[in-house]
């Protein structure tokens, strides 16, 4: 994969703690997804799933770079967002798997997991739904005089909607901190992007609005780290927004158990192939000098962590059908 570059400056690369820190994140999004593909799988759980395996080294960047009180929207193939923006794992399994101790109750589930806690505000089920949302948070940090970010994260499809085009061209004209990352990992739901747009690439819709755009290896920790940095360096002082069209893959369709006849094989079993989490962990060790104890150690907290994780929330309770009258309506005293 080659991308190239538009029109960003460079940073100098990731420190040990940065470095770690990404490694930590897209360890702990495998170990998590592994026990919800394999208790799914074994019918030990049931929920609809969407897999963002593959995908891990764009939210490791994100997490290297953002603030405990920056936002992020996502969607609902957003796991490794809400790992990487710090929702604690017990409160975050327990609303996948639709738990009174989740997030929401467990009544938001994996489409509609919100902490504002963490910085995490929506997760969208909607495709492009929350690109307006995100403008509308920027434009609170812009009113409070706040150097908070936003960060919205999107599939490639869902640049075909309208409200991408409208968000990006208002969060443009206002000059809104928000950052659009398209994780694009080349299918909207089960449409490749070819068939579904004449443009070579999605980074050169910026230009239509007049916003900086990247278009970045997704599978490259430290090269998605780098952009990042740039965009939000850039939104933190006052410079606006950034579009970035994030390459990537994934790995198990999109969702969980479906036929996937519409991806070629040989793509998928090539991308797989290239799985960036240990082709990261290689790097690591290769190139910046990582002794792989580290991460020997760090992989084994990470698998602990997630099996308490579950282990806490199926002893939780499921939501009382009673349940289904309270968090509706805000009573405002005027």
């Known amino acids: 994969m080659n991308p190239g570059r538009v029109a ?195 980074a050169e819709r910026a230009a239509a609005y007049g916003i900086p755009a990247m278009r970045l290896d997704g599978n490259d920790a430290v090269a998605m780290w780098d952009g990042v940095g740039v965009a939000v360096n850039r939104a933190r002082n006052g410079g606006g927004p950034t579009l970035i069209d994030a390459l990537t893959y994934r790995f198990h369709g999109h969702i969980l158990g479906e036929d996937l006849a519409y991806q070629p094989a040989d793509e998928r079993n090539a991308a797989i192939a290239a799985d960036p989490v240990p082709a990261y962990r290689s790097r690591l060790i290769g190139q910046f000098g990582v002794n792989a104890i580290e991460l020997a150690v760090i992989d084994r907290r990470v698998a602990a962590e997630v099996e308490e994780a579950f282990t806490l929330a199926l002893a939780g309770p499921e939501p009382d059908i009673s349940s289904l009258h309270t968090d509706v309506v805000a009573e405002v005293a005027l």
């Not at 936002?71 to 710090?86: F, N, P």
């Not at 936003?150 to 409208?166: I, L, M, P, S, Y």
């Open 8 to 202: 960003v400056d460079q940073m100098a690369e990731p420190g040990g703690e940065d470095l770690l820190k990404m490694y930590e994140i897209q360890a702990t999004v495998v170990a998590a997804d592994e026990q919800f593909r394999q208790r799914i799988s074994s019918g030990e759980v049931s929920l609809v799933y969407y897999s963002p395996r593959g995908q891990e080294a764009i939210s490791a960047a994100l997490g290297a770079h953002l603030r405990p009180e920056d936002y992020l929207v996502t969607t609902y193939r957003g796991l490794h967002d809400q790992i990487a923006k710090g929702i604690p794992l017990p409160v975050l399994v327990a609303e996948y798997l639709g738990r009174t101790t989740g997030t929401c109750g467990g009544k938001g589930g994996p489409m509609h997991v919100t902490h504002a806690a963490s910085g995490v505000m929506v997760t969208t089920g909607i495709v492009g739904g929350g690109l307006p949302i995100a403008n509308g948070l920027a434009l609170a940090a812009v009113l409070d005089d706040s150097p908070r970010v936003t960060v919205v994260c999107f599939g490639d499809g869902a640049t075909n909607t309208g409200a991408f085009h409208e968000a990006v061209n208002l969060a443009a004209v206002w000059d809104l901190p928000v950052i659009f990352m398209c994780q694009n990992n080349q299918y909207g739901e089960h449409t490749a992007i070819a068939r579904s747009m004449r443009v070579a690439t999605v």
